[in-house]
Every structure is written in C-alpha cells, then in structure tokens.
C-alpha cells in the first residue's frame, strides 16, 4: 500500500478575500482612483449637470463596492500580505515594498 502526500497549496496565490488585490500598492492605487472618480463626479455636477454621475459606477468597479468594501479588501490584502512574509514555503521574500 502506498500513500501519496498531498501538496499543501501556495501560500502566495492564496487570497482570502475575493476583495483583496495582489498588492498593498495596488489595493492603494485603486482606492485613489475610486476617490478621484467620486470626487469629480460631484463637481462636475454644476458643469455638465447629472451627466457627470456616469463616473459614480467607475468609482463602484475601483472599489469592488463601496468604501466599506474597500477597506475590508485592504485589510484582507495586508493579512495576505503578512501571511506571504511570514511562510517558510513561499520562497524569499525580495526586499522591503
């Protein structure tokens, strides 16, 4: 009889929260343009009127919901963050970000 070890899966492409992104950079980067899209969406109102809420969705796809959304993928980023840091498997860790 044999018995065949099975593999323990990666560490690094694990993600806990389909809200999280690949990295902190990223995550961060996406609240930015989330914020600039909402931002101008509201002041652009008094220029072209209700035409500029178009961006409001923009803002919606950025965030993967709404802010609450947002911070609940950054915190779920940086738990997957610490997780690839701390792993003996993943492999060296390439310097500091």
Known sequence: MTTTRGMAP???KRRRSPLAS???RA???RGVAG???AVLAIMLVAVVGPVSLVLLPLTAVAWRGC???WTIGLFGTLADDRARRSCSRC???F???
Request: proline share 14%.
């Open 10 to 12: 990666d560490v690094a």
């Open 22 to 24: 690949g990295s902190v």
């Open 27 to 29: 995550h961060l980067l």
């Open 35 to 37: 914020l600039a899209a």
């Open 67 to 69: 802010p609450t959304c």
């Open 91 to 93: 492999g060296p860790v």
């Open 95 to 97: 310097g500091p970000r």
